[in-house]
C-alpha cells in the first residue's frame, strides 16, 4: 500500500531542502518508459496507456524549470517501436502529435525535433514541423523531442552528412579520412550546436540505454527509476536530481 499523499509531501519538501545550492544539472534526457507495461498492469488499453503518459510531460518539464534545467531532450518514440503492430503506431504517433502540439500551444518552451522525420508518415511529420516552428521564438526552456530516433541511425546519419559535405566542397577520399574527427562528427548529429546531457533518466526499471543519445551521453550520469513513466512523481524526479547531485563527475578523466 502507498504512503499517504501528505506524507510524500513532506519528503518532497525535505528533498528540496537537501537540493538547495546542490550541483544540480543543466541537461537533463529523460527515456519515457513502460506506458505499455503500465497499461497493462491496471487492465487498460495499450494506447491509453500512451494516453496517460504524454498527460505527465508537462509536470515533468514544470519540474525541470523549478531545478533550474535549460534543456530536457525526452524520448518519445524510438526507430525500434516503428517495427511494432501497425494499429499501436498509428494511435500512438496520433498521441505525440497531439501532445507535441499542445506543448507548442503553451508557448512557455522552445521545442525541437530530434531524429528521422522521414521515417514518419507525412501528415504526422508536417503536424510536428508546424509545433516546433510555432516555438522558434520562444524565450524559454528548450526542448528537444526525440521521435524516430536511434542513436545507431544517429551517429550514421551523422558520418554520412560529413562525408557528402566533404565530397561537395571537393576533398579527396583520403583528405575526408585524414581530417575525420570527434569534433567534426558532433556538428553532424541531430544536437548540434547543444551541450551533451548531464542527467539520463529511465523510467520503468530497466537499465539500459538502448540507443538513446549514444554519442551525447559518454560522460553522462544515469538514474534508473523504478516507476512506469504514468506512475513518474515529482518525488521520483527529486530523488534522480538528489543522486545527480552527489556524484563526483570526473568527464571521463
Not at 527515456?31 to 509536470?59: F, P
Not at 546519419?157 to 562525408?163: C, D, G, P, T
Amino acid at each position: 500500500m502507498r504512503p499517504p499523499a501528505w506524507l510524500y509531501g513532506l519528503y518532497e519538501r525535505r528533498l528540496v531542502r537537501a537540493l538547495d545550492g546542490a550541483n544540480l544539472p543543466k541537461h537533463v534526457g529523460v527515456m519515457l518508459d513502460g506506458n505499455r507495461r503500465w497499461a497493462k498492469a491496471v487492465g487498460l488499453a495499450t494506447a491509453q496507456g500512451h494516453e496517460v503518459g504524454a498527460e505527465r510531460i508537462n509536470d515533468l518539464l514544470s519540474w525541470c524549470e523549478e531545478a533550474g534545467v535549460e534543456l530536457v531532450t525526452m524520448w518519445m518514440l524510438s526507430t525500434d517501436n516503428l517495427h511494432r503492430d501497425a494499429q499501436e503506431i498509428s494511435d500512438l504517433l496520433e498521441i505525440i502529435a497531439t501532445s507535441v502540439e499542445r506543448l507548442a500551444e503553451v508557448q512557455r518552451w522552445r521545442l525541437r525535433l530530434v531524429g528521422e522525420l522521414a521515417l514518419l508518415p507525412e501528415a504526422v511529420s508536417e503536424r510536428l514541423t508546424a509545433a516546433e516552428l510555432a516555438t522558434a521564438d520562444v524565450d524559454g526552456m528548450h526542448v528537444n523531442i526525440a521521435v524516430g530516433y536511434g542513436g545507431r541511425h544517429e551517429i550514421t546519419n551523422a558520418v554520412k552528412s560529413l562525408i557528402k559535405a566533404h565530397i561537395a566542397a571537393g576533398d579527396s577520399a583520403e583528405q575526408i579520412a585524414e581530417d575525420l574527427s570527434v569534433e567534426q562528427i558532433a556538428e553532424h548529429l541531430y544536437t548540434k550546436g547543444q551541450p551533451d546531457p548531464d542527467l539520463v533518466i529511465r523510467t520503468s526499471g530497466e537499465q539500459r540505454l538502448g540507443g538513446f543519445l549514444l554519442w551525447q551521453s559518454a560522460h553522462s550520469e544515469f538514474y534508473f527509476c523504478e516507476a512506469f513513466w504514468p506512475d513518474f512523481r515529482r518525488v521520483d524526479f527529486l530523488r534522480a536530481l538528489r543522486a545527480y547531485s552527489t556524484r563526483e563527475r570526473r568527464m571521463g578523466r
